[in-house]
């Protein structure tokens, strides 16, 4: 089942008194299926975030149209916007956004409260996912007390405490050490066992490599995919950074 659907999409950017026009995406077309595992790659300024930011219903495109189950991303009324994003998406971003005047439970209940749940739901929700997460004896705790590791995996419980269709994730180990950055993405990949639909804006090869398809843009188009079929993440690995070095030297990608 096809649970995004991204097509023809285009975004130009006006300069003051449209001056000057700025393409960042141009034509760009794929689909993720339910229960996918997408990494999406490029060099800065190549339309990554521009894209992320299309998804998320954070702009609207110039031309195209982004669907998420079917329905057109620009087509939902402002008023209705952030009750859709908060119920049909988690955000996971790499400056972990969590509020330091509240303590990591206060946190992670934030989206839930904002839809009007009651707190013995609430706490019955969190429960197990603070037991995944391994953050069960720090939730007590304010995000200046535990580390960036920490604090990344309570923003991903933030994420998908509301089970949302997708979860949308901007270079989630940008601020992590190593080894926090390889759990996190044991994380993800075990969420995505499970069932979780992923889609993942990174600059890191490494975390690219637990993916199931790897999207590649260049100059804000598709440049090329790689999909893992019955690779390792070595292998994965591997083929990813071929796919850069391609990317870098201005080779021609094949879809």
């Known amino acids: 089942m096809t649970i995004l659907e991204v097509q023809n999409l285009g975004k130009i950017y006006m300069g003051r008194f449209g001056a000057n026009q700025v393409k960042a995406l141009a034509n760009v077309s794929f689909s993720v299926e339910k229960g ?26 110039t031309s195209g149209k982004v669907l998420l189950e079917g329905r057109d991303l620009a087509a939902i009324q402002e008023e209705e916007l952030a009750a859709f994003r908060r119920d049909s998406l988690g955000f996971v971003f790499q400056d972990f956004n969590l509020l330091d005047t509240f303590n990591l439970r206060d946190n992670i209940f934030l989206p839930l409260v904002l839809a009007g749940k009651g ?54 180990t940008g601020a992590l050490d190593s080894r926090s950055s390889d759990g996190l993405m044991d994380l993800f990949s075990e969420l995505n066992r499970e ?7 990174t ?14 843009i260049r100059d804000g188009e ?29 080779g021609d990608g094949h879809e």
Do not use: C
């Open 222 to 250: 598709l440049f090329h995919q790689i999909y893992r079929g019955d690779a390792t993440n070595e292998q994965m690995y591997q083929k990813i950074a071929d796919t850069l070095t391609l990317l870098a030297t201005g």
């Open 119 to 172: 707190y013995v739901e609430m706490a019955e929700r969190l429960q197990p996912i603070a037991r995944k997460m391994g953050i069960t004896d720090i939730l007590n705790k304010y995000p200046y007390e535990v580390s960036g590791g920490q604090k990344q995996r309570a923003a991903v419980a933030r994420a998908v405490i509301t089970a949302p269709r997708l979860l949308l994730a901007d270079e989630p």
């Open 36 to 61: 996918e595992y997408v990494a999406i790659m490029g060099e800065s300024g190549s339309g990554k975030t521009t894209l992320l930011n299309l998804l998320a219903a954070f702009d609207k495109p």
């Open 195 to 201: 069932g979780q639909t992923i889609l993942m804006v």
């Open 203 to 216: 600059h890191s090869t490494k975390a690219a490599s637990h993916a199931g398809r790897v999207i590649f």
